[in-house]
Protein backbone atom coordinates (compact mmCIF):
# COMPACT_ATOMS: atom_id res chain seq x y z
CA UNK A 1 0.00 0.00 0.00
CA UNK A 2 1.28 3.61 -0.74
CA UNK A 3 -1.05 5.41 1.80
CA UNK A 4 -1.64 4.38 5.77
CA UNK A 5 -3.49 6.49 8.18
CA UNK A 6 -2.22 6.39 11.92
CA UNK A 7 -3.77 7.41 15.26
CA UNK A 8 -0.48 9.33 16.74
CA UNK A 9 -0.39 10.49 20.39
CA UNK A 10 0.17 14.30 20.23
CA UNK A 11 2.05 14.29 23.64
CA UNK A 12 4.71 12.71 22.43
CA UNK A 13 4.06 12.85 18.38
CA UNK A 14 4.69 8.90 18.37
CA UNK A 15 2.37 6.87 16.54
CA UNK A 16 -0.25 4.99 18.34
CA UNK A 17 -1.49 2.26 15.17
CA UNK A 18 -1.51 2.75 11.99
CA UNK A 19 -3.69 0.82 9.03
CA UNK A 20 -2.97 0.25 5.08
CA UNK A 21 -5.39 1.98 2.55
CA UNK A 22 -6.14 -0.41 -0.42
CA UNK A 23 -4.33 1.38 -3.16
CA UNK A 24 -7.69 1.04 -5.22
CA UNK A 25 -8.89 3.02 -2.13
CA UNK A 26 -6.34 5.97 -2.65
CA UNK A 27 -7.26 8.61 -4.87
CA UNK A 28 -3.68 10.14 -4.98
CA UNK A 29 -2.18 7.12 -7.64
CA UNK A 30 -3.65 8.84 -11.14
CA UNK A 31 -3.43 6.67 -14.50
CA UNK A 32 0.14 6.24 -16.18
CA UNK A 33 0.60 9.46 -17.56
CA UNK A 34 0.06 8.46 -21.33
CA UNK A 35 -3.21 8.28 -20.22
CA UNK A 36 -6.16 9.62 -22.27
CA UNK A 37 -8.02 11.98 -20.86
CA UNK A 38 -11.19 14.31 -22.03
CA UNK A 39 -12.60 17.86 -21.24
CA UNK A 40 -15.91 18.57 -23.27
CA UNK A 41 -16.46 22.61 -23.48
CA UNK A 42 -18.96 24.77 -25.04
CA UNK A 43 -16.64 27.24 -28.08
CA UNK A 44 -17.44 30.26 -25.46
CA UNK A 45 -15.46 28.62 -22.73
CA UNK A 46 -12.80 27.46 -25.06
CA UNK A 47 -12.58 30.91 -26.53
CA UNK A 48 -12.36 32.23 -22.98
CA UNK A 49 -9.97 29.25 -21.71
CA UNK A 50 -7.67 30.28 -24.51
CA UNK A 51 -7.77 34.59 -24.15
CA UNK A 52 -7.24 33.53 -20.18
CA UNK A 53 -4.80 31.10 -20.47
CA UNK A 54 -6.02 29.75 -17.54
CA UNK A 55 -8.37 26.98 -16.38
CA UNK A 56 -11.77 27.76 -15.01
CA UNK A 57 -12.50 26.14 -11.82
CA UNK A 58 -15.66 26.11 -10.31
CA UNK A 59 -16.35 26.10 -6.57
CA UNK A 60 -17.31 22.08 -5.24
CA UNK A 61 -20.44 23.58 -3.86
CA UNK A 62 -21.71 25.22 -6.99
CA UNK A 63 -21.57 21.84 -9.03
CA UNK A 64 -24.70 20.62 -10.86
CA UNK A 65 -24.42 17.47 -8.35
CA UNK A 66 -25.16 18.76 -5.27
CA UNK A 67 -24.11 15.95 -3.60
CA UNK A 68 -20.21 16.57 -4.92
CA UNK A 69 -18.35 16.35 -1.80
CA UNK A 70 -20.33 15.17 0.77
CA UNK A 71 -20.47 12.33 3.20
CA UNK A 72 -23.40 9.45 2.30
CA UNK A 73 -26.40 9.01 4.54
CA UNK A 74 -24.11 5.50 5.81
CA UNK A 75 -21.57 7.72 7.10
CA UNK A 76 -23.90 9.11 9.91
CA UNK A 77 -24.09 5.61 10.82
CA UNK A 78 -20.71 3.64 10.23
CA UNK A 79 -17.29 4.10 9.84
CA UNK A 80 -15.38 3.62 6.82
CA UNK A 81 -13.52 -0.26 7.09
CA UNK A 82 -10.52 1.29 7.24
CA UNK A 83 -11.11 3.58 9.78
CA UNK A 84 -12.50 0.49 11.73
CA UNK A 85 -9.95 -1.51 11.78
CA UNK A 86 -7.56 1.51 12.88
CA UNK A 87 -9.96 2.12 15.55
CA UNK A 88 -9.97 -1.53 16.85
CA UNK A 89 -6.12 -1.74 16.62
CA UNK A 90 -5.20 1.16 18.61
CA UNK A 91 -8.39 -0.33 21.38
CA UNK A 92 -10.52 2.67 20.62
CA UNK A 93 -14.75 2.22 20.55
CA UNK A 94 -15.94 5.49 19.35
CA UNK A 95 -19.48 5.48 18.71
CA UNK A 96 -20.98 7.55 15.96
CA UNK A 97 -23.30 10.24 17.57
CA UNK A 98 -25.90 12.98 16.77
CA UNK A 99 -23.81 15.96 17.35
CA UNK A 100 -20.45 14.06 15.82
CA UNK A 101 -22.37 14.06 12.67
CA UNK A 102 -23.19 17.62 12.69
CA UNK A 103 -20.16 18.99 13.36
CA UNK A 104 -18.70 16.79 10.73
CA UNK A 105 -20.95 18.23 8.27
CA UNK A 106 -20.93 21.37 9.13
CA UNK A 107 -16.91 21.55 8.86
CA UNK A 108 -17.71 19.59 5.57
CA UNK A 109 -20.08 22.46 4.45
CA UNK A 110 -17.47 25.24 4.97
CA UNK A 111 -14.37 23.49 3.09
CA UNK A 112 -16.42 22.38 -0.14
CA UNK A 113 -16.96 26.20 -0.09
CA UNK A 114 -13.35 26.99 -0.53
CA UNK A 115 -12.25 24.14 -2.82
CA UNK A 116 -12.87 24.69 -6.45
CA UNK A 117 -12.42 21.95 -9.57
CA UNK A 118 -12.33 20.82 -12.84
CA UNK A 119 -12.55 17.97 -14.41
CA UNK A 120 -11.44 15.27 -17.01
CA UNK A 121 -12.35 11.97 -18.22
CA UNK A 122 -9.99 8.56 -18.37
CA UNK A 123 -11.09 6.93 -22.01
CA UNK A 124 -9.18 6.10 -24.08
CA UNK A 125 -12.05 7.92 -26.67
CA UNK A 126 -14.71 10.31 -26.49
CA UNK A 127 -17.84 9.78 -25.61
CA UNK A 128 -21.41 10.41 -26.42
CA UNK A 129 -22.84 9.95 -23.19
CA UNK A 130 -20.31 12.71 -21.97
CA UNK A 131 -21.00 15.12 -24.69
CA UNK A 132 -24.82 15.01 -24.03
CA UNK A 133 -23.81 15.41 -20.62
CA UNK A 134 -21.55 18.29 -20.49
CA UNK A 135 -22.61 20.52 -23.21
CA UNK A 136 -26.04 20.22 -23.15
CA UNK A 137 -26.59 19.42 -26.72
CA UNK A 138 -24.80 22.59 -27.75
CA UNK A 139 -23.40 21.58 -31.82
CA UNK A 140 -21.16 24.31 -30.90
CA UNK A 141 -18.58 23.07 -28.66
CA UNK A 142 -15.56 20.84 -28.55
CA UNK A 143 -13.54 18.11 -26.53
CA UNK A 144 -9.82 18.73 -25.90
CA UNK A 145 -7.78 15.61 -25.85
CA UNK A 146 -4.73 15.60 -23.46
CA UNK A 147 -3.12 13.10 -21.53
CA UNK A 148 -2.62 13.13 -17.43
CA UNK A 149 0.90 13.50 -17.67
CA UNK A 150 0.55 16.66 -20.09
CA UNK A 151 -2.30 17.85 -17.97
CA UNK A 152 0.15 17.71 -14.77
CA UNK A 153 3.11 19.46 -16.97
CA UNK A 154 0.83 22.10 -18.31
CA UNK A 155 0.09 23.13 -14.15
CA UNK A 156 3.63 22.81 -12.96
CA UNK A 157 4.03 25.70 -10.42
CA UNK A 158 0.38 26.32 -9.57
CA UNK A 159 -1.65 25.59 -6.42
CA UNK A 160 -3.43 22.50 -7.04
CA UNK A 161 -3.69 18.92 -6.52
CA UNK A 162 -4.88 16.02 -8.61
CA UNK A 163 -6.99 12.92 -8.05
CA UNK A 164 -8.59 9.97 -9.29
CA UNK A 165 -12.38 10.07 -8.39
CA UNK A 166 -13.41 6.99 -6.47
CA UNK A 167 -17.08 5.68 -6.90
CA UNK A 168 -19.26 4.59 -4.17
CA UNK A 169 -22.72 2.78 -3.70
CA UNK A 170 -25.22 4.86 -2.06
CA UNK A 171 -25.21 2.27 1.25
CA UNK A 172 -21.22 3.07 1.46
CA UNK A 173 -20.10 5.27 3.28
CA UNK A 174 -17.53 7.77 1.69
CA UNK A 175 -13.71 8.37 2.89
CA UNK A 176 -13.95 9.57 7.10
CA UNK A 177 -10.26 10.29 7.69
CA UNK A 178 -10.51 14.02 6.99
CA UNK A 179 -13.12 16.31 6.54
CA UNK A 180 -11.99 16.86 2.53
CA UNK A 181 -11.70 13.11 2.40
CA UNK A 182 -15.23 12.54 0.51
CA UNK A 183 -14.07 15.55 -2.30
CA UNK A 184 -12.93 12.68 -4.22
CA UNK A 185 -15.94 10.50 -3.62
CA UNK A 186 -18.98 10.26 -6.07
CA UNK A 187 -22.44 8.11 -6.40
CA UNK A 188 -21.39 4.89 -8.57
CA UNK A 189 -24.71 4.70 -9.88
CA UNK A 190 -25.00 7.91 -11.60
CA UNK A 191 -21.65 9.02 -11.77
CA UNK A 192 -19.43 6.11 -12.57
CA UNK A 193 -19.39 6.41 -16.72
CA UNK A 194 -17.84 9.74 -15.57
CA UNK A 195 -14.59 8.38 -14.95
CA UNK A 196 -13.39 11.42 -13.64
CA UNK A 197 -9.35 12.78 -13.12
CA UNK A 198 -10.34 16.37 -10.94
CA UNK A 199 -7.64 19.31 -10.53
CA UNK A 200 -8.18 20.76 -7.11
CA UNK A 201 -7.50 23.83 -5.61
CA UNK A 202 -8.51 25.32 -2.10
CA UNK A 203 -8.29 29.15 -1.16
CA UNK A 204 -5.95 30.15 1.50
CA UNK A 205 -6.93 30.18 4.98
CA UNK A 206 -6.77 34.38 5.38
CA UNK A 207 -8.62 34.62 1.83
CA UNK A 208 -11.14 37.00 2.82
CA UNK A 209 -13.39 36.91 -0.71
CA UNK A 210 -14.52 33.30 -1.49
CA UNK A 211 -15.83 33.58 -5.29
CA UNK A 212 -17.86 31.20 -7.28
CA UNK A 213 -15.08 30.64 -9.41
CA UNK A 214 -11.19 30.46 -9.61
CA UNK A 215 -8.72 31.09 -12.75
CA UNK A 216 -5.62 28.95 -12.53
CA UNK A 217 -2.78 29.68 -15.35
CA UNK A 218 -2.02 27.10 -17.60
CA UNK A 219 0.31 26.30 -20.39
CA UNK A 220 -1.69 25.97 -22.92
CA UNK A 221 0.34 24.41 -25.87
CA UNK A 222 1.53 21.84 -23.63
CA UNK A 223 -2.64 21.23 -22.18
CA UNK A 224 -3.97 21.17 -25.56
CA UNK A 225 -2.67 18.21 -27.92
CA UNK A 226 -5.78 17.85 -29.99
CA UNK A 227 -9.14 19.22 -30.77
CA UNK A 228 -12.19 17.20 -31.51
CA UNK A 229 -15.08 18.93 -32.99
CA UNK A 230 -18.88 18.32 -31.61
CA UNK A 231 -20.15 14.84 -34.31
CA UNK A 232 -23.43 17.64 -35.11
CA UNK A 233 -21.35 20.86 -35.56
CA UNK A 234 -21.88 23.09 -38.16
CA UNK A 235 -19.61 22.83 -41.57
CA UNK A 236 -18.24 26.23 -40.65
CA UNK A 237 -17.13 25.47 -37.16
CA UNK A 238 -14.30 23.29 -38.20
CA UNK A 239 -12.73 26.60 -39.50
CA UNK A 240 -13.64 29.10 -36.90
CA UNK A 241 -11.91 26.72 -34.33
CA UNK A 242 -9.06 26.57 -36.72
CA UNK A 243 -8.47 30.20 -36.61
CA UNK A 244 -9.08 30.73 -33.29
CA UNK A 245 -6.35 28.19 -32.57
CA UNK A 246 -4.31 29.83 -34.71
CA UNK A 247 -4.80 33.47 -33.39
CA UNK A 248 -3.26 31.78 -29.81
CA UNK A 249 -0.54 30.04 -31.81
CA UNK A 250 -1.68 27.28 -30.77
CA UNK A 251 -0.66 24.09 -33.55
CA UNK A 252 -3.35 21.27 -31.90
CA UNK A 253 -5.06 19.52 -34.79
Same mark, same amino acid.
Given at each position: ????? *??? @???????????????? /????????? $???????????? +? /?????????????????? @??? @???????????? #???????????? &????????????? /???????? *?? #?????????????????? =? &???????????????????????????????????????? %?? $??????? &? #????????????????? #???????????? /???????????? %???????????? +?????????? *????? =??
Amino acid at each position: SSMSL *AIT @DRRNNSIVSSEPVEDS /QNPSILPPP $DTLIWHYIRFDF +F /QALLKNKALWLTRLDKQS @DKN @DGMYSDANSRQW #TDVMQKLMERSG &FHIELARGDESQI /QWTNKILR *AR #TFIHCWSIRAGESARMWN =A &FVSGEPRSIALRCTVGCLITALTGQPVDFARMLYYSRGQP %RP $DWSYTAP &F #TAKDKEAHIHERELRVM #TMLDSGASENPD /QRLIPVDLKTLI %RKVVLHPASPPS +FRLEVRNELK *AHNIS =AH
